[in-house]
């Protein structure tokens, strides 16, 4: 292999998810920096690869960044990895990622298991088009006001969220979303892996029956209804103008909030 950087996806769950050609990759490394080296070196033993790692992770990533850069530069071959699924979904690389674009060094991505991806074909949700969001804000107060501005959006939203936190964003998504469709993915690949469907209270309700809720949750929010219409498309786009878009994104916002084309919404602002 020539000296890139190497994004190397790894099982978020199911072991026998890690694609042939990312194990070519770790194989041949010069070096693997992992968001956990013991969680990484678990997963490298049981395949059988002898690779030298290093930690790479929140705590070290501005350090970390400058002497993989380094490596990178003198002709090395390195992989990243995260615990599970793609790095930089939700987890560091961003600045390692950048620092080799910047360098010219060759960013190459090595697809595979993705929890986002997984729940959504699972789910049940609209398919054509979705937003993921990575973590909700931890506190209530936040939380409800993120979701909130996502009120108005008609695709599918996708979130991770902690366990402990699960009961509580429910309880958020009724009171700020109303009665939209929800999903609770739970250990996607693994042994107890199940879906969770109904609308939120109806989801919190089935959770909130259990001694404990446990494991790794992808949540999807599934598409809400277009939003009424309180003034007329014309005017809507006029108020979108004047408020400083450009007359063709006032009418992309107007087609989005209204489910509507964008070739409709400017057939009936020109007729």
Known sequence: MPASLYLVATPIGNLEDISLRALRVLKEADVIACEDTRQTGKLLAHFGIDRPTVSYHEHNEAARTQELLARLEAGAQVALVSDAGSPLISDPGYRLVTGAIAA??????????SAVLSALVAAGLPTDAFRFGGFLPAKSTQRRKALESLRAETCTLIFYEAPHRI???LTDIAASMGDRPVVVARELTKFYEEFLRGTAEQVRVQLAARPAVKGEITLLIGKGAPMAATT??????????????????????????????????????SG
């Open 104 to 113: 010219g060094i060759p960013v190459v991505p090595v697809p595979g298991a």
């Open 167 to 169: 009961l509580d964003t």
């Open 232 to 269: 007329s498309i014309e005017e809507a786009v006029r108020e979108l103008e004047a408020s400083g878009l450009a007359r063709m994104d006032a009418i992309k916002q107007v087609a989005r909030d209204r489910g509507l084309s964008k070739r409709d919404v400017y057939k009936t602002i």
